[in-house]
Nanobody, 131 residues
Framework: QPQLVESGGGLVQPGGSLLLSCVAS????????IAWFRQAPGKEREGVSC????????NYREFAKGRFTISRDNAKNTVYLQMTSLEPEDTAVYYC????????????????????????WGQGTQVTVSS
């Protein structure tokens, strides 16, 4: 059955880096906008970054700008999130989701909107930033 699986999380020191992967099976990521979300204990889920079906369409939330890089390899059915200069505040479970983008395209920065259909979610991967 279709699924998304995140990997690459772990324990890293402040200032360190991690590469997260989101691998699809049972469907093609090429048909979807992909978003990374994260949720820290006691906090609401928040968007991190989105990437369009074309790599020219990319969005980062403010906290991720200059530190995180999203990319995709449709041939490998995989989306990546390269995270650098990590801070303790980045500690969270990170999730990827496939988004059915509306036919009438809204501003790409709205890619995190809960009203969009997101048929596939990953189980999450834990990122812990601590000395």
């Amino acid at each position: 059955q279709p699924q998304l699986v995140e990997s690459g999380g772990g324990l890293v020191q402040p200032g360190g880096s991690l590469l997260l992967s989101c691998v699809a099976s049972g469907f093609s990521l090429a048909d979807y906008v992909i978003a990374w979300f994260r949720q820290a204990p006691g906090k609401e889920r928040e968007g991190v970054s989105c990437i369009g079906r074309h790599v020219r369409s990319i969005n980062y939330r403010e906290f991720a700008k200059g530190r995180f890089t999203i990319s995709r390899d449709n041939a490998k059915n995989t989306v990546y999130l390269q995270m650098t200069s990590l801070e303790p505040e980045d500690t969270a479970v990170y999730y990827c989701a496939a988004i059915q983008w509306p036919a009438d395209v809204a501003p790409f920065s709205t890619c995190y909107n809960d009203n969009y259909r997101r048929p596939y979610w990953g189980q999450g991967t834990q990122v812990t930033v601590s000395s």
